[in-house]
């Protein structure tokens, strides 16, 4: 008798050892579970203020852009303007050289001082080619010359556009991406809350449309300034073909 309840003793001990170890290993399950959780809650918050500062970010620098832009297509109008005046009036090259050596925003003065080296080039070596094909060969180089002077100009007052043109077509969506993001966690959040009313998922949409608009705040002044910079920068080109054309043919008139 003393036997079997010896035994039956050591049957319970051993079921409630067996218990406190099952319990041990699924209290040391659900804590590594929560923190793993955790962790990944943590680092999900983190997309929609990432968003959110690459916005401000995109934003900072698109009124930058627009700011020294505008400075610089402003002076480069303004000195065209004053070349254009100082060229028709003066009948000597060398005088409307030393008139317009200050202008050198102006792209229609740099493709004029592209040209007029080119020619001068072609005077000094005029007594070593007198044949015909040469003369036409002269008047291409100097096309060539004002052409390069064109495409470099419009090099340098487009810098800088193609970032406005990007945040115009790219921070749209990429504040949509936050939005979408934010609301997906708040929904998700509601497996956690203790209450399942709007009160809990409000913060987070908020959140998540305030991306929506910082995508559209950078985005329509990069877009606006885009077009009106570009409508610039056509005039300018516009300008630069005109001189060019008038260049050539008073070079083949009086110089070829």
């Known amino acids: 008798m003393f036997s079997l309840l010896l035994s039956l003793n050591e049957e319970n001990l051993s079921g409630l050892n067996l218990g406190s170890s099952t319990a041990t290993v699924m209290q040391h399950t659900t804590v590594s579970e929560l923190f793993l959780e955790s962790l990944a809650l943590n ?15 995109m934003s900072i620098v698109t009124w930058g852009i627009v700011i020294a832009k ?17 060229f028709w009036r003066s009948k000597n ?19 004029y001082a592209s040209g007029h080296n080119e020619l001068q080039k072609i005077l000094a070596s005029r007594d070593d080619r007198q044949d015909v094909h040469n003369e036409f060969g002269d008047t291409e180089n100097i096309e060539r010359a004002l052409k390069r002077a064109k495409a470099e100009e419009l090099t340098r007052i487009e810098k800088g556009t193609t970032f406005l043109a990007t945040t115009a077509s790219a921070a749209p969506f990429i504040g949509l991406f936050g939005t979408v993001w934010g609301i997906m966690r708040a929904f998700m959040g509601l497996s956690h809350a203790s209450t399942t009313s709007i009160q809990a998922v409000a ?19 990069a877009a606006m300034a885009y077009n009106h910079f570009m409508q610039q ?4 080109s516009r300008e630069m073909d005109k001189f060019s054309a008038e260049f050539l043919n008073i070079a083949k008139r009086h110089f070829l």
């Open 93 to 111: 090259f060398a005088q409307i050289s030393a008139a317009t050596a200050s202008l050198k925003y102006s792209p229609v003065a740099n493709v």
């Open 233 to 236: 920068v056509r005039y300018l």
């Open 43 to 57: 680092r999900d918050s983190m997309i929609v203020p990432l968003v959110l500062w690459l916005l401000i970010a």
């Open 70 to 86: 505008s400075r610089e297509l402003h002076r480069a109008k303004s000195d065209s303007d004053k070349f254009s005046g100082i």
């Open 203 to 221: 913060p987070g949409i908020s959140e998540a449309l305030i991306a929506t608009a910082m995508g559209l705040a950078a985005a329509i002044p």
